[in-house]
């Protein structure tokens, strides 16, 4: 079965620069979510949207940005990198007006800021 | 705003014996997951469980769902060493906008010892 797909799986960037993740969804799921995870921590949720309307928004900086577009693949967008954006960053998708709504996580990226 | 805690944090348990891992939430919700994470890994789905009452088992593993305590509870029997990884319960409950927002609980990770 499709999964959820994530590019770049690693990715490093020096402070000050921009970076951009991208995520596509399982087929046919309507909502995709982002999530940053630093070490020893729990997800943290950044953005969602729905049917390429952001939905909720979470602790997400002022220096990312997100979008989704209309084959409903997601682009994270991230400026003025920062030591402590170094995290993994994950993408889920899900199908909002499923039952469960049970969310599926990508791979992940990880993002080293030096 | 919806807290997740689960405990214990850490569990160190001999293989072959048992042991439950405890999430409360703070707020009415009728739909938990339960996730696997391995280090550095992404997030693999063990258990939707979406009704009060609701007991779902896979393997070794056993989740159930209280909705009136707010609790469930992810048991494990004769753990083996392939349990080893953090597990995380995560809460789903609708945000103002009537979208799905989940948030996860600190996870707990678990060491099983031969």
């Known amino acids: 079965a499709a999964g959820v797909i994530q590019s770049p799986r690693h990715l490093i960037k020096e402070k000050r620069e921009t970076a951009t993740l991208k995520c596509y969804p399982i087929?046919?799921?309507?909502?995709v979510y982002w999530y940053q995870q630093g070490p020893g921590q729990d997800p943290q949720f950044l953005i969602s949207?729905?049917?390429?309307?952001?939905?909720d928004k979470g602790s997400i900086p002022d220096r990312f940005s997100a979008q989704q577009f209309s084959d409903y693949h997601s682009e994270l967008n991230m400026s003025s990198l920062e030591l402590g954006d170094s995290a993994l960053y994950f993408c889920?998708?899900?199908?909002?007006?499923?039952?469960?709504?049970?969310?599926?996580f990508g791979p992940g990226t990880r993002l080293t800021v030096l | 705003e919806l807290k997740v805690e689960q405990n214990p944090l850490f569990l160190s348990m001999q293989e072959g014996k048992n042991y439950t891992i405890y999430c409360n939430y703070s707020t009415t919700s009728d739909r938990l997951y339960w996730y696997r994470q391995d280090p550095g890994k992404s997030l693999e789905s063990l258990f939707v469980l979406l009704s009060n009452g609701a007991v779902k088992q896979e393997g070794r593993l056993m989740a159930s769902l209280d909705t009136k305590a707010r609790l469930s509870t992810l048991h494990i029997t004769a753990a083996v060493h392939d349990l080893s990884a953090t597990y995380f319960c995560a809460v789903d409950f609708r945000n103002s906008g009537g979208y799905q927002k989940v948030t996860f609980g600190t996870g707990t990770k678990l060491q099983v010892i031969p």
């Open positions: 087929p046919r799921h309507d909502t």
């Open positions: 889920a998708s899900s199908l909002e007006s499923g039952r469960a709504s049970e969310q599926f």
């Open positions: 949207f729905y049917e390429k309307m952001q939905s």
